[in-house]
């Protein structure tokens, strides 16, 4: 499992100083970002190879709020990985306790045609040994 620790802002808020449901897709966007950099690639470095990892499913279950100076942390795991696209659980959470569950679907893609792209075999096999970290847990 990946972490991602990270301090909510005044920016983040409502008036109320609950967080926008829609921040916590890009939280969720930070954490996937990071996960790569420490497998070993970045967003970058996969645009130079005409390449990118996008969006193409998103569903949130929204437990409880966040609010102004909460500290969270983003966990990610990897559930399955295909040709083109893995399934990736990211739970939002305030210390243990789950404030927001995100089922997210990324699909790579050649940045040039905008087409479907197969996920080149390191990055490939670096997503599958963080699902076979999943399995082997549970």
Sequence with gaps: MH???FQIYYED??????VYHSNYLKYAERARSELLKEMGFSN???LQRHLG????RAELDFKKPAKLEDTLTVETTVDKVAGASALLT?????????????????VMIDTQTMAPARIPADVKEKLE???????KAS
């Design 3 to 5: 972490t991602y620790s």
């Design 13 to 18: 808020t409502d008036a109320g100083g609950i």
């Design 44 to 46: 970058t470095m996969l």
């Design 53 to 56: 990892l996008v969006v193409h």
């Design 90 to 106: 990211q739970t939002v959470r305030k210390n243990k306790e789950e404030l927001v569950l995100l089922k997210i679907q990324v």
């Design 129 to 135: 040994k963080m699902q076979e970290k999943v399995l």
